[in-house]
């Protein structure tokens, strides 16, 4: 294996450098200015109180990822969230209110979160949640979005609240975006892209790395169209297969010791620019980060779950507390069983001992 690579402190200090470089650029602007010093301060006491957690023997993530809906307008070829049901077409059912997510946000505050992550299906689609999210200036909400939602009303609120850092996805060029996410996207993206920079405002890209676009997706041209147009951060996601339809969609062993080689060269010639890979970066940072062990997840309807891409669930906290959950069966077994330690073949833990994950959950659901 190569030399040990601390990822949740890669991407900590990522952030906090995406924020200092925002601190700069808004000197002008006393009230951002008092915004960023206040939440750098608020991500120090956040630590202290994670710290303070653990010795009373509850580890606490700083990361918590959160789909605040399961409906989406696009059907991406491939989407792990449609494979999986977790994001339908026609209206949602049983989905958490916006009281229940502002309870989260309290309870992930509480915790000493100072990430969370809104993802969905679309989560712009809850403004209300979106706005809710700003007014927690104490900690940071990237947002994954396709990008179709972002109107003029967003544009403002992301003026207002520098904690609201939309992540939209792109799949590389023209070509690659529009044939996985349909006609249209690409031009769309770069027009939310150019609208953001004129208003000074940072975004980061996320891009479903599969065989397909592996090479175009590191390319010196796609990465330098990002970064001329102000991206601060590039989320790298190897694709999942949700099914066997979509096996050969996966990136292989060579595909990600070719993405991983990519990466540290990106890191070394692009130190302005926050670049990751999942589940690549975990493999190499020593084990999955999945389960409370650096993040967890809240499915639509409050379903704890390991990660985003594995919908198995023991416990849901419209009935129970985020603390309760971090220490549910499920995560439990999982964090002290090894499960998310043991070296595997492919690039998810999780995906490679499938079998045992569902077993686990049963079981856990079951006790």
Same mark, same amino acid.
């Given at each position: 294996?190569?030399? !040990?690579?601390?990822?949740?402190?890669?991407?900590?200090?990522?952030?906090?450098?995406?924020? +200092?470089?925002?601190?700069?650029?808004?000197?002008?602007?006393?009230?951002?200015?008092? %915004?960023?010093?206040?939440?750098?301060?608020?991500?120090?006491?956040?630590?202290?109180?994670?710290?303070?957690?653990?010795?009373?023997?509850?580890?606490?993530?700083?990361?918590?990822?959160?789909?605040?809906?399961?409906?989406?307008?696009?059907?991406?070829?491939?989407?792990?969230?449609?494979?999986?049901? &977790?994001?339908?077409?026609?209206?949602?059912?049983?989905?958490?209110?916006?009281?229940?997510?502002?309870?989260?946000?309290?309870?992930?505050?509480?915790?000493?979160?100072?990430?969370?992550?809104?993802?969905?299906?679309?989560?712009?689609?809850?403004?209300?949640?979106?706005?809710?999210?700003?007014?927690?200036?104490?900690?940071?909400?990237?947002?994954?979005?396709?990008?179709?939602?972002?109107?003029?009303?967003?544009?403002?609120? %992301?003026?207002?609240?520098? /904690?609201?850092?939309?992540?939209?996805?792109?799949?590389?060029?023209?070509?690659?975006?529009? +044939?996985?996410?349909? &006609?249209? #996207?690409?031009?769309? *993206?770069?027009? /939310?892209?150019?609208? *953001?920079?004129?208003?000074?405002?940072?975004?980061?890209?996320?891009?479903?790395? !599969?065989? $397909?676009?592996?090479?175009?997706?590191?390319? &010196?041209?796609?990465?330098?169209?990002?970064?001329? +147009?102000?991206?601060?951060?590039?989320?790298?996601?190897?694709?999942?297969?949700?099914?066997?339809?979509?096996?050969?969609?996966?990136?292989?062993?060579?595909?990600?010791?070719?993405?991983?080689?990519?990466?540290?060269?990106?890191?070394?010639?692009?130190?302005?620019?926050?670049?990751?890979?999942?589940?690549?970066?975990?493999?190499?940072?020593?084990?999955?980060?999945?389960?409370?062990?650096?993040?967890?997840? #809240?499915?639509?309807?409050?379903?704890?779950?390991?990660?985003?891409?594995?919908?198995?669930?023991?416990?849901?906290?419209?009935?129970?507390?985020?603390?309760?959950?971090?220490?549910?069966? *499920?995560?439990?077994?999982?964090?002290?069983?090894?499960? *998310?330690?043991?070296?595997?073949?492919?690039?998810?833990?999780?995906?490679?001992?499938?079998?045992?994950? $569902?077993?686990?959950?049963?079981?856990?659901?079951?006790?």
């Amino acid at each position: 294996m190569n030399e !040990t690579f601390d990822l949740e402190k890669y991407l900590s200090d990522g952030i906090e450098q995406l924020v +200092r470089d925002a601190l700069r650029a808004t000197l002008r602007d006393p009230r951002e200015s008092a %915004f960023l010093t206040k939440f750098a301060l608020a991500s120090a006491r956040a630590a202290r109180r994670r710290k303070a957690l653990e010795g009373e023997g509850l580890h606490a993530p700083s990361y918590l990822i959160a789909s605040v809906t399961s409906s989406c307008n696009l059907h991406c070829a491939g989407c792990y969230s449609r494979c999986n049901s &977790a994001t339908q077409d026609g209206r949602p059912v049983a989905q958490l209110t916006d009281e229940e997510w502002l309870s989260i946000f309290t309870q992930a505050q509480e915790l000493g979160v100072s990430f969370i992550l809104l993802a969905g299906g679309e989560p712009l689609l809850r403004r209300d949640v979106v706005e809710a999210a700003g007014k927690r200036q104490d900690i940071f909400f990237p947002i994954f979005t396709n990008g179709t939602y972002m109107d003029a009303a967003y544009f403002d609120l %992301f003026d207002r609240c520098r /904690n609201l850092l939309p992540v939209m996805s792109i799949e590389g060029g023209r070509e690659e975006t529009d +044939r996985r996410r349909g &006609a249209g #996207i690409y031009d769309r *993206l770069v027009a /939310n892209m150019e609208e *953001l920079q004129r208003r000074s405002l940072f975004f980061a890209a996320s891009v479903t790395v !599969t065989t $397909e676009n592996l090479r175009q997706a590191v390319s &010196a041209e796609f990465i330098d169209s990002l970064a001329t +147009r102000g991206c601060k951060a590039v989320f790298f996601i190897e694709y999942v297969p949700a099914d066997e339809s979509t096996l050969a969609l996966a990136p292989g062993d060579g595909e990600r010791a070719f993405l991983a080689g990519e990466l540290d060269r990106l890191r070394k010639e692009r130190e302005d620019m926050l670049s990751l890979s999942f589940p690549g970066d975990e493999k190499s940072s020593g084990g999955c980060l999945a389960a409370g062990r650096g993040f967890f997840h #809240i499915n639509s309807h409050g379903g704890a779950e390991p990660c985003p891409f594995w919908p198995f669930s023991d416990i849901n906290v419209h009935e129970t507390s985020l603390r309760e959950a971090l220490s549910s069966p *499920l995560f439990t077994a999982l964090r002290e069983g090894g499960y *998310l330690l043991e070296d595997h073949p492919g690039g998810c833990v999780l995906h490679a001992k499938r079998a045992e994950v $569902e077993a686990l959950a049963g079981k856990s659901a079951r006790a």
